[in-house]
C-alpha cells in the first residue's frame, strides 16, 4: 500500500533515540533510566526494520528480533539490579551512587 | 481513498509514539512512565504492521509489551513510591547539557538521512506476500543467522542466571537489611 | 704438541667449574683435591708438551693452535689461538709444577675452613688464566689473561670477606693493575693503528718488529706499565704488601711464583718489541734495580713475617727486570723459576708456622721454633740460603747469572750491577734477621701459650710433602745452567728469546766470587745484631720511620690521586649528579603524578556524567565521519 516513505519512519525513529538519550542523561531514578533506554533500543528497532523494507532483505527484521531479546536480558539484570539496591535501603538516585568516584 | 486511510493511521501511530516517548521521560511517578512505554511499544506495532514487519510487530506485542514491561511494573510496584522530583530546583547544567546533545544527535541523523540518502530512500523494494511471515524469518534464523540464533539464546540464559543470582538472599545468612554501604554524596555537575 | 697443550689449559678450568656448579654436593676436601689432580693433570700435560718439543730441531720447536675466530672487525681478526714454543712451554712448567705443589699444601692449609670449595675454585680459575695468559698466540688473548689473573687475585686477596682490611687490600690490588691495564690497552690500540694486527707472530725471531721511533716507544711504554703494575715494581708497588691479607698460600702462588711473574714474563715475550725501544728496555731494567734496593731496604724493618717475604719478592723480581731489561732473557727466566722455588718455600713453611701459633704473624712474638718445628725450620734454612744466594743452592745460580749479564752490558750495566750488589747484601741480611727472629733465642711467652704442632694426619701430610718438595727442588733447580759449564736453560729458550748480553768467564766467576762474600757478610751482620750475639740494632730513627712508612708511598699516592679524584666526585655528586640527575627523575615523577590527580577528577562516579560525556563524544564523532566520508 502507499504510504509516506521510508524517510519518515527514519526520522520518527531519530526522534525516539534522541529522545530515550535525553531521558538518560536527565533522570535521576534508575528506573526510569532503564525505561528511557528501551526507548532508545525501539528506536534502532524501528530503523531497522524501515531500511529492510526498502531494499526487501529480511535481514533487518532478523537483527531487530535478536535487539529485542537482548534488551529482554537487559532488563531482567537491571531490575536485579535495582531491587538489590533498593533492599539495602539506599536511595534509588543515580546521582548519590557514586562509590566509583576517582 | 486506500491511501489515505493509511497516512491517517501512519499519523496517529507516529504521533502517538512521540508522544508516549516525551512521556516516558517527563513523568515524575515511575509508574505512569511504565504505562507510557507500552503505549509506545504499542504504536510501534502499528508502525511495524505498515511496514509489513507481521511476525515482528507480533513479537513486540507480545514480549516487549507482554512480559518485559509486566516484569518492570512488577518492580515498580514492589519497589513502592519513589518520591522523585527531577523537575525541582531549575535546569543545572548537566540538564541543559543532555537536551543539548540529544538535540545535536536527532539533528544530525535528519541531516545524515537527507546529505548522503539523497533520494535514494524514497524507493521501496518490490516484495511479495511472504515477506515478514514467520515462514521466512524463520528460514532466515535457522540458515544465514543461524550464530545469532545461538548466541542470543546463550545470552538468555546468562541473563536468566543474573537475575536469580542479583534476587537471591545473600548466602552468609546476614539479614537482608543490614547496614547499607556508606554512600558518597554526590552532585550532579 | 698442541694438544698436550690445550690439555694443560683446560684442565684446571674444567675442576673450577665443576667445584663451582657442584657447590654443597661435593665435600670440601673433595675440592681441594679436585684442584690439586687438575693442577697435576695440567703439569703432566705440561711434561708430555716439553718432552714432545725436545724431540723436535731447534726451529722446528713453535707451533699455533686456533680454536676459533673470537672476533672480526673490519680488516681485523682475532681468533682463539694458543702458541706453542720454548717460552711458553717453559712458563707452563713452572706455572702448573709450583702450582699443583701449592693447590696441594691448599689442602693443607685451608682445612676446616668454612669456604673451602670457594678457595680452590678460585685457585684452579687462577692457574688456568695464568696459563692462558703465557699461552695466548696474540696479544688480545693476553690481555684477557692478563685481567683475569688480576681478577683471581682479587677474588683470592679479599677471600676473607668479612674483614675489611682484605677486602681494601683486594681493591688495592685490582685498581693498581687496572692502571697497568690501560696502559697495555693505550698500548695496544697504537698496535691496531699502526700494524693492524696483534699478533704475536713476530715472536719465532729473526723478522723483527714493523715498529720504529716514537712509535714504538710508545708502545713499549704502554707495555711495560702493565708489567709494572702486575710485578710490583716502583712506582706500582704498593699494592704488593696490602695482598699479604690473603690466605698464605694464595701469597706463594700469585704473589711470588707466578703472577707478580707475569711481568717478566711480558718483557722477555715481547723482546722484539722492547729491542725495537731501547730507552724503554733500560728504562725497565734501571726500574728494577731501583726497586731491588728499596725493596731491600723496606724489608730490613718490617715486624710481619710475610711483608718480609713480600718486599724479598718485590726485590728479587727487580732482579729479573733487571735482567730482561738488558736483554739477558734466559738468565732472567732462569731465576723466574728459580725464585719460584725458594720463594714458594718461604711462604709455605712461613704458612706452617703461622697455623702452629694460630693465626700469629708478627715476628716479635716468635721466637725459640727452631727446636719445637725443627723439619720447618731446616725447610725455611734451605729457602734462606736459597734466597741470599749461596751455593749450591739454586739461588746462587740464577742470580749471579744475571749479575754477571749486569757487569757485561757496559757502563749502564755495571751502575746495575753495583746496585745489584748492594741488593745481594740486603737480601742476606733481612732474610738472615727473619730466620733469627722467628726461629733462634727463646720461646717467647705467646710462643710457650699458644703453639700448636699440628698432628699426623692428610691435611699436615699435604703442607710437609710439598714444603719437602720445593725445598728439594730449591737445591737441585740450580743445577739446571751452571755458568760456563753447561747451560741447556738459555739453548732451549734460545729460539724464543735471544738474548744479546752474554757474560764472560772471568765475569761469571768474579760476580760469584763478589756476591757470595757480600751474601755472607749480609748474613754475619744478621748473626751480629739478631742471631746469639743480640747487639742493640742502631737507631737511626729518621731513616727507620722513613723505612718503616715504606718511603711514604702510600701517603703520597693518597694526596696525589686519592684525594682529588674524591673531591672532584663529591662536587659532582653535589652540583650535577643530585640537582639536575637526580631532579629529573623527581620532577618527571612529579609530572606524572600531578597530571594523574588533575586528570582523576573526572572519574565522578556519577552514572549521569558518564552518559552525557558518551553522548557528547558520539555527536562529535557522527559529524567527524559524515564530513570524511562525503
Redesign the interface.
Known amino acids: ?12 525513529a ?10 538518560v ?5 534508575p ?2 533510566v ?3 533506554l ?2 532508545m533500543l ?1 528506536g534502532a ?2 530503523a531497522l ?2 531500511f ?5 532483505e ?2 533487518g ?6 535487539v ?10 537491571g ?6 539496591i ?8 543515580v ?5 566509583l ?1 576517582g | 481513498m ?2 489515505f486511510i ?2 491517517v493511521v ?1 499519523v496517529v501511530a ?1 504521533f502517538a ?2 508522544a508516549s ?2 512521556a ?2 517527563t513523568f515524575t511517578n ?1 509508574f505512569f ?2 504505562l507510557a ?1 507500552i503505549g ?2 504499542a504504536s ?1 506495532a502499528v ?2 504492521l ?4 507481521e ?2 510487530a507480533a ?2 506485542v507480545l ?2 509489551a507482554g ?2 514491561m509486566v ?2 511494573l512488577f ?2 510496584a ?2 513502592g513510591r ?1 518520591g ?1 522530583a ?1 523537575w525541582a530546583g531549575g535546569p543545572s547544567w ?2 541543559l ?3 543539548g ?6 539533528i ?6 537527507g ?3 539523497g533520494g535514494r ?7 511479495d506476500v511472504f ?2 511471515s514467520p515462514h ?2 524463520g528460514r ?2 535457522l540458515t ?2 543461524l550464530l ?2 545461538e548466541i ?1 539464546s546463550i ?2 540464559l ?3 542466571v ?2 536469580v ?3 537471591s538472599h545473600a548466602r552468609s545468612g546476614q539479614p ?3 547496614a ?10 | 704438541m698442541t694438544t698436550a697443550a690445550w690439555i694443560c689449559l683446560l684442565s684446571p678450568l674444567a675442576a673450577a667449574l665443576v667445584i663451582t656448579l657442584a657447590g654443597t654436593r661435593i665435600s670440601r676436601r673433595m675440592a681441594g683435591r679436585l684442584a690439586t689432580l687438575s693442577t697435576f693433570v695440567s703439569f703432566g700435560a705440561a711434561v708430555w708438551a716439553f718432552v714432545l718439543m725436545l724431540g723436535r730441531a731447534g726451529d722446528d720447536r713453535r707451533e699455533v693452535s686456533t680454536a676459533w675466530t673470537w672476533l672480526t672487525a673490519g680488516e681485523l681478526r682475532f681468533d682463539l689461538s694458543i702458541l706453542v714454543d720454548p717460552l711458553s712451554v717453559f712458563m707452563m712448567l713452572v706455572i702448573s709444577g709450583v702450582g699443583s705443589l701449592i693447590v696441594g699444601y691448599s689442602i693443607g692449609y685451608m682445612d676446616g675452613d668454612d669456604e673451602e670449595r670457594r678457595y680452590f675454585a678460585y685457585m684452579a680459575l687462577f692457574v688456568f688464566s695464568m696459563l692462558l695468559l703465557v699461552q695466548s698466540a696474540n696479544f688480545l688473548l693476553l690481555l684477557a689473561g692478563w685481567g683475569l689473573v688480576g681478577l683471581a687475585s682479587y677474588l683470592l686477596i679479599g677471600f676473607n670477606q668479612q674483614r675489611p682490611s682484605a677486602v681494601a687490600a683486594a681493591k688495592k690490588a685490582f685498581i693498581m693493575n687496572a692502571i697497568g691495564d690501560a696502559t697495555i690497552a693505550l698500548a695496544l690500540f697504537l698496535l691496531i693503528w699502526e700494524v693492524g694486527s696483534l699478533s704475536l707472530d713476530f715472536t719465532s725471531g729473526g723478522e723483527g718488529v714493523p715498529l720504529d721511533g716514537t712509535v714504538a716507544t710508545l708502545v713499549a711504554l704502554g707495555l711495560l706499565g702493565g708489567a709494572v703494575a702486575k710485578s710490583a715494581q716502583i712506582p706500582l708497588h704498593t699494592w704488593l704488601p696490602d695482598a699479604m691479607e690473603g690466605p698464605t698460600p694464595v701469597s706463594a702462588l700469585i704473589h711470588a711464583a707466578t703472577m707478580v711473574t707475569a711481568g717478566v714474563y711480558m718483557l722477555v715475550r715481547l723482546s722484539p718489541v722492547f729491542e725495537a725501544a731501547p730507552e724503554v728496555q733500560d728504562l725497565a731494567a734501571g726500574l728494577g734495580a731501583l726497586t731491588l734496593v728499596v725493596a731491600g731496604l723496606i724489608a730490613l724493618v718490617q715486624t710481619d713475617i710475610k711483608r718480609v717475604i713480600a718486599y724479598s719478592t718485590m726485590s728479587q723480581i727487580g732482579y729479573m727486570f733487571l735482567g730482561a731489561g738488558l736483554a739477558a732473557y734466559g738468565n732472567a727466566m732462569f731465576h723466574l723459576m728459580t725464585h719460584a722455588f725458594f720463594k714458594a718455600l718461604l711462604f709455605l713453611g712461613a704458612g706452617i708456622v703461622i697455623h702452629a701459633l694460630a693465626g700469629e704473624q708478627d715476628m716479635r712474638r716468635m721466637g725459640g721454633l727452631r727446636a719445637r718445628l725443627p723439619r720447618t725450620y731446616l725447610a725455611m734454612l734451605v729457602g734462606g740460603l736459597a734466597l741470599a744466594g749461596m751455593p749450591p743452592l739454586s739461588g746462587f745460580f740464577s742470580k749471579d747469572s744475571i749479575l754477571a749479564s749486569a757487569l757485561a752490558a757496559g757502563t749502564y750495566g755495571q751502575v746495575l750491577f753495583a746496585a745489584g750488589l748492594l741488593g745481594v747484601f740486603l737480601t742476606g741480611l733481612y732474610t738472615f734477621r727473619m730466620l733469627f727472629i722467628v726461629f733462634g733465642g727463646k720461646a717467647s711467652t705467646h710462643v710457650q701459650e699458644h703453639l700448636h704442632v699440628p698432628r699426623r694426619s692428610e691435611p699436615a701430610l699435604w703442607m710437609a710433602l710439598t714444603v719437602g718438595s720445593l725445598a728439594v727442588l730449591s737445591v737441585i733447580g740450580g743445577w739446571l745452567q751452571i755458568a760456563g759449564v753447561w747451560h741447556p736453560l738459555s739453548d732451549f729458550l734460545h729460539t724464543a728469546a735471544e738474548p744479546k748480553v752474554e757474560p764472560s768467564v772471568t765475569q761469571d766467576w768474579v760476580t760469584a766470587a763478589i756476591s757470595v762474600s757480600l751474601g755472607l757478610a749480609g748474613i754475619a751482620l744478621a748473626w751480629w745484631f739478631y742471631g746469639a750475639r743480640r747487639t742493640k740494632v742502631p737507631e737511626a730513627t729518621a731513616i727507620r720511620r722513613a723505612l718503616e712508612h715504606k718511603l711514604y708511598f702510600d701517603e703520597a699516592y693518597d694526596a696525589l690521586f686519592y684525594r682529588p679524584a674524591a673531591a672532584v666526585a663529591r662536587e659532582f655528586g653535589r652540583w650535577i649528579e643530585r640537582p639536575l640527575i637526580g631532579g629529573s627523575v623527581s620532577a618527571a615523577a612529579a609530572g606524572a603524578r600531578g597530571l594523574g590527580g588533575r586528570v582523576r577528577l573526572a572519574q ?3 552514572l ?2 558518564y552518559a ?1 560525556a558518551l ?2 563524544g ?2 562529535v564523532l ?2 567527524v565521519f ?1 564530513s570524511l ?2
Open positions: 500500500m502507499m504510504g509516506p516513505e521510508v524517510n519518515a519512519y527514519l526520522i520518527v531519530a526522534f525516539l533515540f534522541a529522545t530515550g538519550a535525553a531521558g542523561l536527565l533522570r535521576r531514578s528506573l526510569v532503564l525505561l528511557s528501551e526507548i525501539n528497532n524501528l526494520i524501515a529492510s523494507r526498502r531494499f526487501g529480511l535481514d527484521q532478523v537483527f531487530a528480533l535478536a529485542m531479546a537482548v534488551a529482554a536480558s537487559e532488563v531482567v539484570v531490575l536485579g539490579l535495582i531491587v538489590a533498593a533492599r539495602r535501603r539506599l536511595d534509588l538516585d546521582d548519590k551512587l557514586s562509590t568516584r | 486506500g491511501n493509511v497516512w501512519w507516529a509514539c512521540l516517548a516525551l516516558v521521560i515511575p512512565s511504565a512505554l509506545n511499544l510501534l508502525l511495524y505498515m511496514l509489513s514487519a511476525f515482528v513479537a513486540q514480549i516487549y512480559a518485559v516484569m518492570f518492580v515498580i514492589y519497589l519513589q522523585d527531577p548537566q540538564s547539557a543532555a537536551v546533545a540529544a538535540g545535536v544527535l536527532f544530525e541523523i535528519v541531516v545524515a538521512l546529505l548522503k540518502a530512500l524514497s524507493d521501496e523494494a518490490a516484495i515477506f515478514g521466512e524469518i532466515l534464523f544465514d543467522h545469532a540464533f542470543t545470552v538468555l546468562v541473563a536468566a543474573g537475575g543470582i542479583l534476587g537482608v537489611d543490614s547499607p554501604l556508606e554512600v558518597q554524596e554526590g552532585r550532579s555537575r | 565522578t562516579g556519577l549521569r556524567n552525557l553522548a557528547g558520539l555527536a557522527t559529524v559524515l566520508s562525503s
